[in-house]
C-alpha cells in the first residue's frame, strides 16, 4: 500500500485501509457502541471477553480492536450507560440502570450489530482454510528438502494466481507439469 511521503497511511482502524483487506467484515464504528451495549445487557464484560464475544457472534469475521473497543467502554461511562469496576486487576464493565432503560428503549428500532454476519458459519470458511495452508508451508519450511520447498514455492506461487484469474472471471486452469 502507497502511504505518500512521510504519511502513515489510513487510520488503523478505518474501514479503508484496513490491514484485514475488504469484505473481512469490517463494522462502522457505530456498530460498536450498539454490540457492546447488546452483550452488556446480556452479562457484565470485560473489554477483552467484549472483542472475544463480537468475534464469536461474527464467526471471526470482526474483531474489533482494543483501540474500538476501550475508547467506547470509555464513552458509555461518561455518558452513565456503564459503570467500570476493578476487579481483580481487570476492569469490569456492567450495564448501569439508565444504561439498561437505553438498550431496551431501542431494542425495537436499533439494528442488530451481528445481522450482518448470521450466515458467518454457514459461509466458507477461508481464514481456517487459509490458517491450515500457513501452517503446512511453516512445516515444508522448516522440514523440507530444498527440492520441496521449491515445489512448495510453485505451488503457493499457482494458487495466488489463480485466486486473482477467480477475482476476474477467467477460467482457472491448474498449470500442469507435462511429465504428470
Known amino acids: 500500500m502507497h502511504r505518500g511521503r512521510g504519511g502513515r497511511g489510513p487510520e488503523r482502524g478505518s474501514e479503508r485501509g484496513s490491514r484485514r483487506g475488504p469484505g473481512r467484515g469490517r463494522a462502522p464504528r457505530g456498530d460498536v457502541r450498539t ?9 457484565p464484560m470485560h473489554g477483552y471477553q467484549l472483542m472475544q464475544a463480537i468475534a464469536d457472534r461474527s464467526g471471526g469475521r470482526w474483531t ?13 461511562e ?3 450507560l456503564v459503570t467500570v469496576t476493578a476487579e481483580a486487576g481487570r476492569k469490569l ?24 454476519f448470521a450466515n458467518a458459519e454457514a459461509a466458507t470458511d477461508l481464514r481456517g482454510l487459509l490458517e491450515e495452508l500457513h501452517s503446512a508451508t511453516r512445516q515444508v519450511a522448516r522440514s523440507g528438502s530444498e527440492q ?13 494466481r489463480s485466486l486473482y484469474l477467480l477475482l476476474a472471471d477467467a477460467p482457472v486452469v491448474p498449470d500442469t507439469d507435462p511429465g504428470e
Open 148 to 160: 520441496q520447498r521449491a515445489a512448495a514455492a510453485k505451488i503457493l506461487a499457482e494458487a495466488r
Open 64 to 76: 474489533p480492536s482494543p483501540g474500538a473497543i476501550y475508547p467506547t467502554i470509555n464513552q458509555l
Open 35 to 43: 454490540a457492546v451495549l447488546m452483550l452488556l445487557a446480556e452479562e
Open 78 to 80: 461518561d455518558e452513565g
Open 93 to 116: 464493565v456492567t450495564l448501569s440502570d439508565s444504561g439498561r432503560e437505553y438498550v431496551e428503549s431501542r431494542r425495537e428500532t436499533s439494528v442488530d450489530p451481528f445481522a450482518g
